[in-house]
């Protein structure tokens, strides 16, 4: 796939985007001959110009990074063959790599076309009160992407007009507590002009930006330049709890009943989900989620050829925390004798038996079009989780957990244990962070998630996370066999080990490397980070 610079991406035409639409209740009809003169002239012109926002923007990280990252690199997965996934859990990535070099671009173009968006509407002649719910859709997107560089890269370029990076392209990076506090400006002011409810299904709400706020907040608690302290800052805790019990009693959602029914195409935008890309059914390239021909063991569940994800596997660490009696492990990986009522459904379900040594990727492997019309080669249709209640339940847990050892306060147990009881797991009477951290990744395996986990704790226990890495044994395949009544790893030591290489285990890790042609177009990447000067307050009314 064609990689694009980040000046390049800036250039992108609005008009192309309005053609892709979200979900039913998301697409929008673009009149005929749209330019840049003749729009933003209504809601429905700011309605149609957001709708791109929720998936051609977000394809080149959805494709490949989005789980090759979040949980490739944490060693959820692993895949030795797999040229997007094995870079990552060996912790051997270069700037040339494709997903990440294809990640940086599709961040950056998320934050340019938004920042259109945010211009166009702008200087609409449209009454004011009904340009700010619009300008808070694009800053959320905004937002939410710059939290994911700050996450990865650290020191990166703050962007709020195309046209400046055009005609001056050599810019220093700015210092990743700015990017942070760039990204929650931008969250909080979703927050306060955000509809309380969407009549589109999958638009975002304020109640969106609560949610995500709760995770930036909780990150952003432990970042300071001693990364050993051991300490996150209160301020920031209080505002992650406040956030996130704003989304628990106020918002709309509800946890689904079943946990497996999150991953079906019928359960798109459900009332779990906070928010989600849309992604077309039967769309073209870039509207599409191809998530299903990565992961998928093989053709027999597809219906087709594109089912190449054999080799693409869970991880012998993320096996070994799984309880007994976990639901949740059944719906996340395919084990040998596990059934799947809603995969080739004409025969009486799909029962897995390719082998007994290896556990495939359930999660995003949904079946053929004879289970669901929605879904054709190369596109299951299905909704990439962003954020969802479950998260947020966990947010509030570990803030309210902070910097103490243990909490028993009784909202986050209850809370904590709602997941636990959905996943037929014993409930707990208190929590530590040991807790609140091996339930985050079973809740959100395969959900891109775990390896920004660990990157908030490195950012105040480094050496901790270090260690935790090191004891996952990355460089030793050990041989198993599963047994899937009982969640059980069974050591088979009739066949050798295999060993690997992977990259040093070292503060370096946690940032991941510009790519190679982003420096050489603006080579200041590579030089101090300059300070952002903010040109507008903190918003203060919004707990």
């Given at each position: 796939m064609?990689?694009q610079?980040?000046?390049?991406s800036?250039?992108l ?10 979900d039913?209740l ?6 005929d001959?749209?330019?840049q003169?003749?729009f ?5 012109d700011?309605?149609a110009?957001?709708a791109?926002l ?17 949980d490739?690199?944490a060693?959820?997965?692993y895949?030795?063959?797999s040229d997007?996934?094995?870079?990552f ?5 270069t700037?040339?790599?494709g997903?990440?070099v294809?990640a940086?671009?599709?961040?950056y173009?998320?934050i340019?076309?938004s920042?259109k ?5 702008n200087?609409s002649?449209?009454e004011d ?12 997107m905004r937002?939410?992407a ?6 990865l890269?650290g ?13 001056n392209?050599?810019v220093?990076?700015?210092p ?7 990204a929650?400006r ?5 927050a306060k ?5 969407s009549?589109?299904a999958?638009?975002v ?12 907040y ?5 970042l ?6 051991g300490?996150?800052?209160q ?5 992650a709890?406040n956030?996130a019990?704003?989304?628990?009693i106020?918002?709309p ?22 928010f ?6 039967n769309?073209e390239?870039?509207?599409?989620n ?22 693409t596997r869970?991880?012998n660490?993320?096996l ?5 009696t976990?639901?949740?492990r059944?719906?996340?990986w395919m084990?040998?004798?596990d059934?799947?009522d ?5 025969n009486?379900?799909y029962t897995?038996?390719?082998?007994e040594?290896a556990?495939?990727?359930?999660k ?8 669901n019309?929605?879904i ?10 962003m954020?969802r209640?479950a998260?947020v ?5 570990e803030?309210?957990?902070g ?13 904590f244990?709602?997941?636990r009881?959905?996943?037929?797991v014993?409930?707990l009477?208190s929590?530590?962070f040991?807790d ?10 395969m959900?891109?998630?775990?390896w920004y ?12 996370v270090?260690n935790?890495i090191t004891?996952q044994?990355r460089d030793?395949?050990?041989p198993?066999t599963y ?5 059980t ?6 066949r050798?080990a295999?060993e ?7 503060p370096g890790?946690?940032l991941?490397?510009?790519?190679e042609?982003?420096v ?7 030089e101090?980070?300059?300070p952002y000067?903010?040109?507008?307050e903190r ?5």
């Amino acid at each position: 796939m064609k990689t694009q610079n980040l000046i390049y991406s800036v250039l992108l035409v609005m008009v192309s985007m309005l053609y892709a639409g979200c979900d039913d209740l998301l697409i929008i009809e673009p009149n005929d001959m749209i330019t840049q003169e003749n729009f933003y002239k209504s809601e429905g012109d700011f309605q149609a110009a957001t709708a791109a926002l929720y998936n051609k923007v977000w394809f080149d990280f959805n494709d490949k990074f989005y789980y090759g990252l979040g949980d490739g690199r944490a060693y959820n997965l692993y895949a030795p063959f797999s040229d997007y996934i094995y870079p990552f859990s060996d912790l051997a990535e270069t700037g040339l790599t494709g997903p990440l070099v294809s990640a940086w671009a599709s961040f950056y173009t998320v934050i340019q076309q938004s920042n259109k968006v945010i211009i166009g509407i702008n200087g609409s002649p449209v009454e004011d009160e009904l340009k700010a719910p619009y300008i808070a859709e694009a800053r959320f997107m905004r937002g939410t992407a710059y939290w994911y560089l700050a996450s990865l890269w650290g020191n990166v370029i703050i962007s709020e007009d195309p046209s400046e990076l055009v005609s001056n392209p050599l810019v220093n990076t700015n210092p990743v507590e700015d990017v942070f506090e760039f990204a929650i400006r931008d969250l909080e002011y979703g927050a306060k002009y955000l509809p309380e409810t969407s009549a589109q299904a999958g638009r975002v709400t304020k109640y969106s930006a609560y949610a995500m706020l709760s995770r930036v907040y909780l990150s952003r608690a432990g970042l300071s330049d001693d990364r050993n302290s051991g300490l996150r800052d209160q301020h920031y805790l209080d505002l992650a709890k406040n956030a996130a019990e704003k989304v628990i009693i106020e918002g709309p959602y509800e946890l689904m009943l079943h946990y497996e029914d999150l991953f079906k195409i019928e359960n798109n935008n459900n009332s779990e989900s906070i928010f989600a890309l849309q992604w077309v059914p039967n769309g073209e390239y870039g509207v599409n989620n191809m998530h299903q021909a990565y992961f998928a063991a093989g053709s027999e569940i597809t219906g087709d050829d594109a089912a190449w994800g054999y080799w693409t596997r869970a991880s012998n660490d993320v096996l070994t925390i799984y309880e007994s009696t976990d639901l949740r492990r059944k719906a996340t990986w395919m084990g040998y004798g596990d059934h799947y009522d809603e995969i080739d459904k004409a025969n009486g379900g799909y029962t897995y038996e390719k082998t007994e040594t290896a556990l495939n990727v359930k999660k995003g492997v949904v079946g053929s079009t004879k289970d669901n019309p929605k879904i054709t080669r190369m596109n299951s249709a299905l909704n990439t989780y962003m954020i969802r209640l479950a998260e947020v339940y966990l947010n509030y847990a570990e803030a309210t957990l902070g910097n103490s050892n243990e909490t028993t306060d009784a909202n986050a147990v209850m809370l904590f244990n709602i997941l636990r009881i959905r996943g037929n797991v014993p409930q707990l009477t208190s929590l530590t962070f040991e807790d609140i951290f091996n339930e985050r990744r079973i809740e959100l395996c395969m959900e891109g998630q775990f390896w920004y986990d660990l990157v908030r704790r490195a950012y105040y226990k480094e050496q901790e996370v270090l260690n935790f890495i090191t004891g996952q044994s990355r460089d030793l395949i050990e041989p198993f066999t599963y047994n899937t009544e009982t969640n059980t790893v069974v050591p088979d030591d009739s066949r050798d080990a295999t060993e690997r290489a992977i990259g040093n285990v070292d503060p370096g890790i946690f940032l991941l490397p510009y790519p190679e042609s982003e420096v050489v177009q603006n080579p200041k990447l590579k030089e101090a980070p300059v300070p952002y000067e903010f040109t507008e307050e903190r918003i203060t009314d919004l707990f």
